[in-house]
Each structure stands twice: as structure tokens, then as C-alpha cells.
């Protein structure tokens, strides 16, 4: 029989490829598929809590370790405090992993005194946690708590990190053309699954799932009775509006949520151009498009910052562009997004999102609108940068908008604004 792998060290890889690289942790936890959930949830609460773990490292550890013994020790660490594990294992288990490429038993030694101290002083090291900076407490860079502060206000802005730090739940956008919502649920009773209706929107049905629950496992799934789906990806659909019979493009699709909700409101009827840059992400495009039966979709490989390369001299009468962003509104979900943001950072992105903006509004028809979206709560990104764009652009104007604050909305943040041109 195959030895069991130790999964402690299998999270402890990821993290130090991080610390690294720079990686996506998500990118190697989707290739896990022994101790998946087990591993998801460390690697994702050592990163959620990179400055609580970086904090207690700096208490009592007195050189600077590798990356590989800083990944180990922080799995440890996260464990004995925020899980609900038996302490033995996680010492042990993490402490043979420390051996994996220490060269000797000196990591070994260091990760297993701070490990057994941290057992023995949980309680006050707690305690002593609740004393710190919020962007210690609340483990949000200093940098991004004090834009927020400004933006929203103190208790806002804590409410928003506290929000960053819950566990991300799992929901599901039922595709009510493909099967009837009672039914639907009806299902997913019979397979044991109880879910709860989000209350967010009263067009399309969203239902939360209980934790745990393997998504492709869910009944429905191949016959593309869903989709996942947070409900703040209806606020853009929703302003944009696509009809029957119209020419829509959605310009930055992938993995084509959005796609499959407007193909729902269009009926099959007109054209609907689902389009995305990278060679993987058109493959997702198109694996749903298979899986949500949305045949009469087509699907284009291209640049939203040179749209007519792959469009030619095609015009639509409506746009959504879901441009990419900071992700601050879903920092949930994209734990370690809330790492890689900067002042130089934002100019960049917006630079591109203004570019994106620009060239995808000129494939607009005569009094053609356009929504543009972002899952940022940065006003650099949103109103800002609307604001700037229609004042440059005397040829269009701004409608309106919308946004999702996550605490108030219990969905990820949003932001979409609706341009129409004259």
C-alpha cells in the first residue's frame, strides 16, 4: 500500500512557492486531490493570516528562516491556532515536514519549540492579538486599511477586513431556462444537500450550498443546471440589460458566468460573443459553453485592448466589459490579492482599465451602452476612473451605477457603471 502523503508538507510547498515565486496559490491547490479540503483550508489560512503569523514569528524566532521553514512553521502555527485539530498531529506532522529540505535537524528543532510554545501560550497569545494594530488583528496590509479608512470610515473599513477574513461560501446561480428553481431544489434535498436562498437578487435565483460540498458532485451539474456564481456579478448584467435579438459582447469572459446569464435573458436569440485574452482561460469559456448547452455562443480569442484585430469591423449594440482589477472586493475569495496591492499598482491597473475602456467603446453601435465592472472597491478604479473617461469622451455619457459593499450586501464587492454613447 502507498505511503500516505504527509499533507502538512504538501501545504507547506504551496506557501513557500509563494513566498518565492510570488505564485497563485490557487493555481497548485487545484491540482490537489488527496487531502484536498484539509489543504485548502491551510494554505489559504496561512495566507489570509501572512501579518498574524508574520507577528508571532518575529516574537520567537530569532533568524530570518528559509522560505521553505517560514512555509512550514506558519502551517503549523496557523493550525494550532485558528484550527480545530488535534495538537499532536499538527506538531508532529509539521515537524517531520520541516526535515523535508532543512539539510539537518536544526529547522526540525526550531519549528518544533516554537510549535510546542505556541500550544502551551494559545490563550495569551490571543489575547495579546486582540491588543494590535488592526492591520496586525485583522491582517490586511497597513497600506490598504488606511484607503479604506478614508474611503468608508474606521468601523467601515474594520467591517470590510473582517468581512476579507470569513471563509468564502460556495454559490450557485441556478440557470432557470435549463430547470425549474423548485425542482432544482428539490434535487439537491434528495442528495442530502440543504441550501439557502440568497436574498441579494429578486431575478435571478441564488442559492447558497453548506460547506463542503464537492461542486462537481452537486446534482445538476453536468446537465448545466448552474452555475458558481456570486450574486454580485447580476449587479453588471442587470444595468447592461442584454434583449433578444440584440449583437452583445462580453469582452473579458472567461470563466463565463456572466456570458451564461445574458445568454439566459437573450434566449438564444441574436448574436453573443464571449471573448478572453488567454489560451487557458478560452478553454474554460468554452468547457461551459458545453456544459451550459449555450451552443449559439461564440466564442473569440482576443485582446480587449485591440478588440478589432479579433472583431474586424463588428459594432454591438450593448458591451459588458468586466475588466481586470485589484480583486479588493473579493478578497475572500483571493486571499493573497490583498499582498500584491501598492500605490504603483493601482495606477498600473487603472492605466489599463482606462485602455481597455477606450478601445472596447469604439466597437459600440450608434447609441450602444456599455457596462464596465470591476470587483474592486478602489475609487482609482471606479468612479475615479468613470468619471475622468466620460469627461474626456464627449461622445457618450454615464447613465448610472451600482456597487456592493460586502458587509452590507453579503456578496463579494462590485462595482459597474453604465455608459451609453450619443
Not at 22 to 40: K, N, V
Not at 231 to 237: D, E, K, N
Not at 317 to 326: E, R, T, Y
Request: net charge neutral.
Amino acid at each position: 500500500m502507498a505511503e500516505k502523503r504527509n499533507s502538512r508538507l504538501t501545504a507547506a510547498r504551496i506557501v513557500a512557492e509563494w513566498f518565492e515565486l510570488g505564485s497563485f496559490p490557487d493555481r497548485q491547490l487545484a491540482r490537489i486531490t488527496q487531502d484536498h479540503a484539509f489543504i485548502l483550508e491551510v494554505v489559504n489560512g496561512v495566507v489570509r493570516n501572512l501579518a498574524v503569523l508574520n507577528w508571532l514569528e518575529s516574537r520567537w524566532v530569532q533568524k530570518e528562516p528559509s522560505a521553505f521553514v517560514k512555509a512550514v512553521l506558519h502551517v503549523g502555527l496557523y493550525q494550532l491556532l485558528f484550527m480545530e485539530v488535534e495538537s499532536y498531529a499538527a506538531i508532529n506532522e509539521t515537524v517531520d515536514a520541516a526535515k523535508d529540505r532543512s539539510g539537518g535537524t536544526g529547522a526540525a528543532k526550531m519549528v518544533n519549540a516554537v510549535l510546542r510554545r505556541a500550544q502551551r501560550e494559545r490563550d495569551a497569545v490571543l489575547k495579546d492579538l486582540e491588543q494590535q494594530p488592526a492591520h496586525i488583528r485583522l491582517s490586511h496590509p497597513e497600506f490598504l486599511l488606511k484607503r479604506w479608512e478614508k474611503q468608508y470610515g474606521r468601523d467601515d473599513a474594520q467591517r470590510l477586513a473582517e468581512w476579507d477574513n470569513l471563509p468564502p461560501a460556495t454559490t450557485l446561480r441556478v440557470d432557470q431556462s435549463a430547470v425549474d428553481a423548485g425542482e432544482f431544489v428539490d434535487k439537491l434535498r434528495e442528495a442530502d444537500i440543504e441550501p439557502l436562498l440568497h436574498p441579494f437578487s429578486d431575478r435571478e435565483i441564488f442559492l447558497v450550498l453548506p460547506r463542503g460540498i464537492a461542486v462537481k458532485k452537486v446534482p445538476g451539474y453536468a446537465e448545466g443546471w448552474f452555475t458558481i456564481q456570486d450574486p454580485a456579478t447580476s449587479v453588471s448584467v442587470d444595468l447592461l440589460a442584454p434583449r433578444a435579438g440584440e449583437a452583445v459582447l462580453d469582452a473579458c469572459a472567461a470563466p463565463g458566468g456572466k456570458t451564461a446569464m445574458m445568454a439566459g435573458r437573450m434566449a438564444g436569440r441574436g448574436s453573443l460573443v464571449a471573448m478572453d485574452l488567454h489560451a487557458d482561460r478560452i478553454k474554460v469559456l468554452e468547457e461551459n459553453r458545453q456544459r451550459l448547452r449555450m451552443d449559439w455562443v461564440e466564442i473569440v480569442q482576443g485582446d480587449a485592448r485591440r478588440p478589432e484585430e479579433a472583431l474586424k469591423d463588428r459594432r454591438f449594440d450593448a458591451i459588458l466589459l468586466d475588466v481586470p482589477c485589484l480583486n479588493t472586493g473579493v478578497l475572500r475569495r483571493r486571499a493573497d490579492a490583498r499582498w500584491r496591492i501598492d500605490s504603483g499598482r493601482i495606477e498600473k491597473i487603472a492605466a489599463l482599465q482606462y485602455e481597455i475602456l477606450t478601445a472596447c467603446a469604439g466597437m459600440l453601435k450608434e447609441k450602444g451602452r456599455l457596462v464596465y465592472s470591476t470587483c474592486s472597491l478602489e475609487t482609482e478604479e471606479n468612479e475615479d476612473l468613470i468619471a475622468r473617461w466620460v469627461s474626456d469622451h464627449p461622445g457618450f455619457r454615464m447613465v448610472k451605477t451600482g456597487k456592493c459593499f460586502p458587509p452590507e450586501s453579503e456578496t463579494d464587492g462590485a462595482f459597474a457603471a453604465l455608459i451609453r454613447r450619443k
